[in-house]
């Protein structure tokens, strides 16, 4: 940010009086303009014992799997959200149970809440996806999945599946585990 | 918005190519300013089956009483936003058990956290709070209570007590709810 979104002026980075962290001010408007983590809403859909994971046609991680999810938007519910980017996704309907997943990336501003969810009906590759199947515990690809926070959710949900018991697991993935993905780059 | 942040240009307010909603865009340097909802996180914390309360020294709603709760910050976890919001509100330390509600608010783009938590050691006044005491349930000042996520986190605390068991409560809170607590303007 270097320009107040309000007037125009030019911003500083400065910590505001009565605050205790750094925020972009504007001296011409007096707007501080706050920066706050975005949530990525999603699911996991089931059927049959089996996983929809959809291959991504768009960076970052082109090419790679992942369960349907992406950033909430504004006026809409995180139930919605989850819903929504399954359709988009995977063109796919799910009946969604409980919140399973909350995992918190703090080096990048993100919070994952992924809901465990039946897949209802057809699926298809929705235009942000190259291909998008159904996978058996077995076969999934784990070497290519897209974010860690996905393999942290298909890890969880094996382990559960032994039990049946599918309790909320909140975590939080740092710099480390993304390395793994990413590299140090 | 009215300038692009990234550059000072006006920016216009229109769907995207390839989108589907409107976003703030700059035709100078192309920026898409996306906007998205923000996390409240708080805690409800408990000793000796009391729980505490602030009574709120800042607008909105100065002199109700809420719990421990506000904008969750970059670079923290959700778990850190609710035990930070905590210290500063009520200059209390808190144990976090599980995430007890999480209430969507889509008319003004928040998403609320609420955890439950026992309640360590001392407590006082932070400066956004007047006054911060315990309440058992008979003394809960139900018609002065700031928002309608705190009423609601503690109408449910009080019912699953009952029983000793708290699941985790997905739930929406829209205008009309709202209403009832700010009047329709």
Chains 1, 2 share one sequence.
Not at 20 to 36: E, F, K, P, T, W
Not at 64 to 92: D, I, K, Q, S, V
Not at 94 to 113: F, G
Not at 133 to 149: K, N, Q, R, S, V
Request: charged residues 25%.
């Amino acid at each position: 940010m270097k320009f107040c979104s309000n007037c125009g002026h030019n911003v500083r980075f400065a910590i505001p009086e009565g605050d205790d962290r750094s925020r972009y001010l504007c001296d011409a408007c007096g707007a501080i303009h706050y920066q706050n983590p975005r949530i990525v809403a999603g699911t996991l859909p089931i059927r049959d014992g089996r996983i929809l994971l959809c291959r991504r046609a768009i960076s970052p991680r082109m090419g790679y799997w992942t369960l349907p999810a992406g950033f909430m938007e504004n006026a809409e519910t995180t139930l919605e959200a989850a819903a929504r980017e399954t359709r988009e996704e995977a063109c796919a309907e799910v009946e969604i149970h409980d919140l399973y997943t909350l995992i918190d990336l703090p080096h990048i501003n993100q919070v994952y809440m992924i809901f465990r969810a039946d897949l209802i009906g057809d699926f298809a590759a929705g235009p942000e996806s190259q291909e998008v199947a159904m996978f058996a515990e077995a076969d999934i690809p784990w070497d290519e999945l897209a974010f860690p926070t996905i393999e942290r959710t298909l890890r969880h949900y094996f382990h559960d599946r032994r039990d049946g018991v599918f309790p909320l697991h909140i975590g939080a993935i740092g710099l480390q585990d993304r390395e793994r993905y990413f590299g140090s780059a």
